[in-house]
């Protein structure tokens, strides 16, 4: 009986097929083949082979490292001591981007010379306790170093595979840029699209309900069924490190990225399940899933998805006039592949939903300024938004939106004062909520990591990427609420092209914003000047 109501996770790739299934069969207009939205269809689908590639590759990587660290135990436990890799052959056995342990004592491996080598192999091959020589049995002397020399030539191995796959997985990085850089441009030329017909889904609302809320039900499951392993908080173990005031390596300090300091205290919750993925080593599963961060932060990722989905809902409401248009976009966006694969991402979620909210309280500018303040103190990114939302404001309701910036600003800048060890870690954790460094080089993981590119090409599309920000203050000359959520979107995909802390796969930054803008009526009636009292 257990078998049969036992809840097991869709694979990722079948999930990507059925959803791509799910999509066409309700949004594409077959009737129009030559439309923009089959267009808009299209490109959704196409995020998803990039993202399988990038993931597949980060559960491989996960197995080797996992077994990297199970071999450097077994080498500590055999001789104590390690062996030192061979000049060339850099080894590390808790993994990239951490510190192995030292071993437990200073016992060092000693080679027994006074064997010699053709009478130690001839010796090797007779069964324990056999005589030689005509003596009488005994135990066959055999060099310690001989069993931990494997072990060391199997975590090279190891070694080489893993960067092998980051190779492999910049592929996979390169398919989303290629399919971001398609999305971008359709924002971007979005304001000019004047004529939008109404093209709603191919079900009605009442079916399109029932599958919403079918989605949310095996959404919150796979969040709350989720196994944490040891794997999934390596980089909170670094956050707790920040947060602590325990990082003292500057490098240690910018591990994670800018951004709000505790929030990386929380774990990855994996949601995501490879068609060949094995059993984690028992050594590697000694998480208990009841513990109090591990239970908040199922929480945080359970409530941020629903502020999203809720969030696109009341645009559709509220701005669009359309509920059914508005369910939709709901439907929509919890059929894509990466909302099931990165559901546990606290880091993706929260400034998601504030963006959503943003543009939800649009009306109500000190709301719409508090929510754009929330998601740049807890991402920093979207800190570049500013200038467009300033420029939406300017005739109308910019002290009121600055009110609600710089007040929620300063609240999360309040809360560090209370979990800072000293005025140095203060400073330290708002110089990583503001960005206050030079661009980071060396760490990075992503498209970035390693030497394929050189992350030195990061610069000139950083600087792209300033440009563009500072322009939408200047144009499109006449700002609605088209142009606002559409120019948003294209800012947050640009992010992914110099983001060195995951750039590509931060979905939840432009996704909501993105199908919105897909979805959205002729809003040219919506400007921060046609403000009636709602605006406070």
Not at 27 to 40: E, M, P
Not at 279 to 293: K, V
Not at 370 to 394: C, R, T
Not at 400 to 416: I, Q
Request: with cysteine.
């Amino acid at each position: 009986m257990a078998e049969v109501f036992r809840y097991e996770v869709i694979p990722s790739s079948s999930w990507a097929y059925l959803s791509t299934i799910l999509m066409v069969s309700i949004f594409f207009k077959f009737n129009r083949l030559i439309s923009i939205r089959n267009v808009d269809i299209i490109l959704l689908a196409l995020l998803s082979p990039g993202l399988l590639m990038v993931q597949h590759g980060e559960q491989q990587r996960r197995t080797h490292e996992a077994e990297i660290r199970k071999l450097g135990r077994d080498l500590h436990q055999q001789n104590g001591k390690a062996i030192t890799p061979t000049p060339g052959d850099p080894v590390n056995t808790a993994g990239p981007g951490r510190v192995a342990p030292e071993p437990p004592d200073s016992q060092e491996v000693v080679i027994n010379s006074e064997i010699p080598l053709e009478e130690s192999k001839e010796d090797q091959t007779k069964p324990p306790g056999s005589a030689t020589n005509g003596e009488a049995p005994g135990p066959v002397p055999q060099s310690p170093a001989a069993v931990p020399d494997r072990l060391e030539d199997r975590i090279v191995n190891v070694r080489k595979n893993i960067d092998t796959i980051v190779a492999n997985q910049s592929w996979g990085y390169a398919w989303l840029f290629l399919v971001g850089a398609c999305l971008m441009t359709r924002m971007l030329a979005d304001p000019y699209m004047i004529r939008r017909p109404l093209l709603e889904p191919n079900l009605e609302f009442s079916g399109l309900t029932f599958l919403t809320v079918v989605l949310l039900v095996f959404l919150i499951a796979n969040v709350i069924s989720a196994t944490v392993t040891q794997e999934d908080i390596i980089a909170a173990e670094s956050g707790k490190d920040l947060a602590t005031a325990k990082a003292s390596d500057p490098a240690q300090a910018h591990a994670n990225g800018p951004g709000y300091s505790l929030l990386f205290l929380f774990p990855v919750i994996p949601t995501f399940v490879a068609d060949d993925e094995t059993e984690a080593p028992a050594s590697e599963t000694g998480i208990q899933s009841s513990t109090s961060l591990i239970v908040v932060t199922r929480l945080m990722a359970i409530l941020g998805q629903l502020a999203i989905v809720v969030g696109i809902y009341m645009v559709g409401f509220l701005h669009f006039n359309n509920t059914r248009m508005g369910i939709g976009i709901v439907t929509l966006y919890l059929l894509l592949p990466y909302t099931a694969e990165m559901t546990g991402r606290i880091i993706h979620i929260l400034p998601a939903a504030a963006m959503v909210w943003a543009v939800v309280c649009y009306r109500r500018p000190v709301w719409s300024g508090a929510f754009i303040g929330l998601a740049m103190g807890l991402a920093y990114y979207p800190l570049f938004l500013v200038p467009l939302w300033f420029s939406f404001y300017w005739h109308r309701g910019l002290r009121r939106f600055m009110l609600g910036f710089f007040l929620m600003v300063g609240v999360l800048v309040s809360t560090l004062i209370f979990t800072s060890a000293d005025i140095s870690h203060f400073l330290q954790n708002v110089r990583a909520m503001f960005g206050l460094w030079a661009p980071i080089m060396e760490g990075l993981h992503g498209f970035w990591e390693g030497d394929r590119p050189d992350s030195s090409y990061r610069i000139p599309v950083i600087a792209a990427f300033f440009c563009l920000s500072l322009s939408f203050a200047a144009w499109p000359a006449q700002k609605n609420l088209g142009t606002l959520v559409s120019c948003s979107a294209a800012l947050m995909l640009a992010v992914q092209f110099w983001n060195g802390f995951g750039g590509g796969i931060l979905m939840a930054w432009y996704l909501p914003l993105t199908l919105m803008t897909m979805f959205r009526p002729n809003l040219e009636d919506r400007t921060a000047v046609s403000l009636s009292l709602d605006e406070g």
